[in-house]
């Protein structure tokens, strides 16, 4: 079983970055799409972003041009580069491999 631990998440201002990260173990990273999540409170889980074993990237239209996804093969770690946040993008983001999830890192914008 994969196990992925996500990092790089906190409370940054509009308009500022933040660069998440999703360390797995296993030997099955370079198998799966790892795709990118989130969710806040009382709505469903949204996806934001996705990136397969050969590189093709997938991203939702509300993060298009600000968000970038890429995976490091080698380190078998996802990221999720987030550009120009706005409070809209305060979520809980949780990467996703197979079927395997991890336990999130919060995101919190302030206007």
């Known amino acids: 079983q994969v196990q992925l631990v996500e990092s790089g998440g906190g409370l940054v201002q509009s308009g500022g970055s933040l660069r998440l990260s999703c360390a797995a173990s296993?030997?099955?990273?370079?198998?799966?799409?790892l795709g990118w999540y989130r969710q806040t409170p009382g709505k469903e889980r949204e996806f934001v972003a996705s990136i397969t074993w050969s590189g093709t990237t997938y991203y939702a239209d509300s993060v298009k041009g600000r968000f970038s996804i890429s995976r490091d093969t080698a380190n078998h770690t996802g990221y999720l580069q987030m550009n120009s946040l706005t409070p809209e993008d305060t979520a809980l983001y949780s990467c996703?491999?197979?079927?395997?999830w991890g336990q999130g890192t919060q995101v919190t914008v302030s206007s």
């Open positions: 996703n491999l197979g079927l395997n």
């Open positions: 296993g030997r099955t990273f370079n198998r799966y799409v």
